[in-house]
């Protein structure tokens, strides 16, 4: 498995830009592919405090979303 980041898609890009582990290892990059133990580690980086966590929020829809 792995995760796919593309800023263009995140809802809260701008506002958490500044404190993402993306945009301090490699600034805001246009779209980004991590795989499953890629992502691991940035997870064990983020834990220990070395690296922001990844603060990506992508859109959702489906029966999955709740109505506010």
Request: include cysteine; aromatic fraction near 2%.
């Amino acid at each position: 498995m792995s995760v796919r980041i593309d800023c263009d898609t995140c809802l809260v890009r701008g506002l958490s830009c500044h404190d993402c582990v993306v945009t301090v290892l490699l600034g805001p990059p246009p779209e980004l592919s991590f795989d499953s133990e890629e992502q691991l580690a940035l997870d064990v980086l983020a834990q220990s405090g070395l690296v922001p966590p990844l603060r990506m929020v992508t859109p959702m829809a489906g029966p999955e979303v709740e109505s506010a």
